[in-house]
Nanobody
């Protein structure tokens, strides 16, 4: 089992910045990729960014590329999402997720991820 706890959410004005953190514990050795998702009220949960634990390859949704950066501190088992130039449409609950599936399963489809955090709210006002 892997436990994930997000933190760092808050309220900022448009153009502002935030850094989200996701502390992982438990069987972290089994994790092959981690990702951030977000869900706005009344909408589906959308994939934001992913990172593989081996090699640290990163991938981004088109809507966030260049503004959001996913990274990971392997020594501390913490996943980060650095967010700059935030827009009101970035307002959502942000979730981190972890997958122990092999690389061929991908690192984007929510069904691949067996572990989820409780979410942290990000609100961007105009």
């Amino acid at each position: 089992q892997v436990q994930l706890v997000e933190s760092g959410g808050g309220s900022v004005q448009s153009g502002g910045s935030l850094r989200l953190s996701c502390a992982a514990s438990g069987a972290t050795y089994s994790v092959n990729c981690m990702a951030w998702f977000r869900q706005a009220p009344g909408k589906e949960r959308d994939w934001v960014a992913s990172i593989y634990t081996a090699g640290s390859s990163t991938y981004y949704a088109d809507s966030v590329r260049g503004r959001l950066t996913i990274s990971r501190d392997a020594t501390k088992n913490i996943l980060y999402l650095q967010m700059i130039s935030l827009k009101p449409e970035d307002t959502a609950t942000y979730y981190c997720a972890a997958s122990g599936r092999p690389r061929w399963a991908g690192c984007r489809d929510p069904t691949v991820f067996g572990y989820w955090g409780q979410g942290t709210q990000v609100t961007v006002s105009s």
